[in-house]
């Protein structure tokens, strides 16, 4: 969706990110109509949106601000599940960022977030559900992982469990413009970066033995994948695995990166030799050992800022199982694809998706159905059209 000039400098100014189940086949072709189903309004800026394994009545979203909301049986609940307001920076891509639940919830009662701390660095911290189901401890604090951010931009955020049960947390590279600090390429650092942590088996966590560089001199032993720029989203395939990541671009590419199941990690995605598959700089464009994203667009259009999302694995749209769902913060738009041996397929535009706001996450429900995010406090279910 193409949007004036001055909207698009109005949208950047607010927020500058830029910065399957049986029944179906994953080979189908979408058919049939979508629209998009409004079930939520009057959120503060949420930007993550997240259902704890088997839970079928509840979704959690985080607010920029510093909140985390329940939404029980489509009703939001006045009370919120945490407020950390009084501990969250608010810089422009600062804020409560992500919210995973153990995958072992609600045995297993913790819920992790990330957020910027008031001096604008990264905390990933874990908390316990209380009795109340619907509210979380806020004394239970542990202190999972600090992050000094070198600026206020590109602070990732992203939290996700994987089917191996670890904890992945995505970086940016620091920010600024271009990695000054050279942080992408960098080993020795933990930003520009997809990391796994084991955080069941030692306080605050423990480096898992299958980490590929773990017994890499003077590498960051909780690295997974390197060469990111800003990965602000990225998701696991509940049912084949896969890790998909929508890494933000600067100037000319946005793309999705994208993982095998199989992996044993150390993919290198190119930040900041690359910019997608362009070289990033002239003087430095070494290809050699890079992982090209799957896609990429440019910024026709207003595109400005690639938000990641979910593979679809819903009962209510069979012939959307398997294509992995995306979008654009400033030009709103929604684009799917499947990935067919380390490949894009059927790759598609979805007008009829675009929620008419700046796209901030997508979501997935314990049913596997998708639902997109809006800075404009809505979250809208991708269902079949009337």
């Given amino acids: 969706m193409r949007k004036p000039v001055a909207v698009l400098a109005s949208m950047l100014a607010a927020f500058a990110f830029a910065c399957g189940g049986g029944g179906g086949s994953d080979d189908a072709p979408p058919t049939g109509g979508v629209t998009l189903e409004r079930v939520i309004s009057g959120l503060s800026f949420p930007l993550d949106f997240a259902a704890p394994p088997g839970d079928a009545s509840r979704w959690f979203i985080a607010e920029k601000g510093g909140r985390i909301r329940v939404v029980r049986d489509g009703s939001l609940v006045a009370t919120p599940f945490l407020d950390r307001s009084s501990l969250v ?24 977030v990330d957020y910027t701390d008031v001096a604008g660095d990264t905390h990933v911290a874990s908390y316990r559900v209380s009795a109340d189901a619907d509210r979380a401890d806020p004394a239970s604090a542990i202190d999972v992982l600090f992050v000094d951010q070198p600026f206020a931009n ?11 049960g670890f904890l992945y947390v995505a970086l940016g590279d620091g920010g600024s413009e271009g990695d000054p600090q050279g942080n992408g390429q960098s080993l020795g650092t933990l930003l520009g970066k997809i990391l796994r942590l084991d955080v069941d088996s030692a306080l605050p966590y423990a480096v898992p033995a299958g980490n590929p560089f773990a ?6 032993a909780e690295i997974w994948s390197f060469g990111l720029r800003n990965p602000f989203r990225f998701s696991f395939d509940r049912d084949a695995g896969d890790l998909y990541i929508g890494d933000v671009g600067q100037d000319r590419r946005e793309e999705i990166d994208f993982a095998p199941a199989s992996s044993g990690g150390g993919e290198n995605y190119g930040w900041n030799r690359t910019e997608g ?10 290809r050699s050992g890079i992982t090209f994203p799957v896609t990429e667009y440019d910024h026709e259009g207003g595109a400005c800022s ?14 959307l199982r398997g294509h992995y769902f995306y979008g ?32 901030t ?20 279910r991708i269902a079949p059209a009337p």
């Fill in 154 to 164: 590109h602070n990732g955020g992203g939290l996700a469990f994987g089917a191996d």
């Fill in 328 to 359: 654009d913060f400033c030009a709103g738009f929604v684009k799917s694809l499947r990935v067919d041996g380390g490949s894009a397929v059927d790759e598609r535009d979805w007008p009829e998706l675009d929620p008419g706001g700046q796209i």
């Fill in 306 to 319: 690639v938000t990641g999302g979910y593979v679809y694995r819903g009962e209510t749209i069979p012939s």
């Fill in 361 to 380: 996450s997508f979501g997935q429900d314990a049913a596997g159905e998708v639902y997109i995010v809006t800075a404009g406090g809505g979250v809208f």
């Fill in 215 to 220: 017994s890499t001199p003077g590498a960051r």
């Fill in 89 to 112: 920076s608010g810089g422009s891509e600062q804020g409560l960022l992500g919210v995973a639940f153990h995958p072992r919830y609600p045995a297993d009662p913790r819920v992790f």
């Fill in 277 to 286: 598959t362009l070289c990033f700089a002239a003087s430095d464009c070494d």
